[in-house]
């Protein structure tokens, strides 16, 4: 099979086709639209002497001029007296201390020096987290664990603050290690 050669063959002989014919502009339409301007504006020039003006305003002082605003009194405000005579009483419940402590496990580890990184973290955030290798089904692990504590709350005070730093797998359990 031969190759052609585009660019030698030259430039083909045929014409390029007529442009279309153009569209004859819409002289109709130019001149309704004129005719419609000029009504508008001659409408105008009509109704601009014949405003009138209310007859209330005429010949009265404006109300700024025969009435100016009264002056405002200085306000006393009597709920500071009236709230530092009040005292808000809230009752609170007493925890009853488990007989099982709260501990925190923020992570559990293959290796050693993971779970000391992540003490470390906690160690910034002034949290004293211990590491305890424990042997299960899979091997030995090592478990990052806050506490004892001995109100959850105190564990959940301190597990926001670990979510400041971005640790989020942080889990309390009722354990008795």
Known sequence: MAQKDYVSRGRSTKKAPPPPPSKPLPWIRI???????????????????NAETAPATQGVP?????????QLEDEEWDYPEL???HEVEIEVKEQEKPEV????????????????EMRAKLAFQGLEAQIRPSNG???????????????KRDAEKDRHAIRRIGITSCRIWNWNL
Do not use: H
Not at 101 to 116: D, H, N, V, W
């Open 31 to 49: 001149a309704i639209t004129v005719a419609l301007i000029a009504g508008f504006g001659f409408f105008l020039w009509t109704i601009k002497d």
């Open 62 to 70: 404006s109300q700024v001029e025969k009435d100016p605003l009264p």
């Open 83 to 85: 709230l530092s005579d």
């Open 101 to 116: 402590p709260y501990l925190m496990q923020c992570g559990s580890f293959r290796k050693e020096g993971q779970a000391e």
């Open 137 to 151: 089904k899979n091997g030995l692990w090592y478990r990052v664990i806050l506490g004892p504590y001995d109100y």
